[in-house]
């Protein structure tokens, strides 16, 4: 059985910085993304890596502040969010995918196979 956990989420100054983690047990974490859902709005793409052919993509919106990367060591995906605002504020869910279809086609949510249950990032102003 898959799961997907993610962790590293919590409450914050406007300025400041978060790591959040992603974990998966029964899967690999080569195709890896990011997405969040803010309150009353739709769940967005936020990053994603593949970390086997070292393709990396982002919201171009979010580039510059957020870093998506692998943890060796730790078999985790690793999303490091500075200088956060409070737009930044959400839901934020790491989801897996088993199949490749090209460095674009991470942006899409479904071609994901599993997700986590979310972790909530506050940024306070």
């Known amino acids: 059985q898959v799961h997907v956990v993610e962790s590293g989420g919590g409450l914050v100054q406007a300025g400041g910085s978060l790591r959040l983690s992603c974990a998966a047990s029964?899967?690999?974490?080569?195709?890896t993304g990011w997405f969040r859902q803010a309150p009353g709005k739709e769940r967005k793409f936020v990053a994603a890596?593949?970390?086997?052919?070292?393709?990396?993509v982002y919201e171009d919106s979010l580039k510059g502040r957020f870093t998506i990367s692998r943890d060796i060591f730790k078999n985790t995906v690793v999303l490091q969010m500075n200088s956060l605002n409070p737009d930044d504020t959400a839901v934020y869910y790491c989801?897996?995918?088993?199949?490749?279809?090209?460095?674009?086609?991470?942006?899409?949510?479904?071609?994901?196979?599993?997700w986590g249950q979310g972790t909530q990032v506050t940024v306070s102003s």
């Open positions: 029964g899967l690999s974490l080569s195709l």
């Open positions: 989801a897996a995918a088993t199949h490749y279809s090209g460095v674009y086609t991470l942006k899409v949510q479904h071609q994901y196979d599993y």
């Open positions: 890596i593949n970390w086997r052919i070292g393709n990396i």
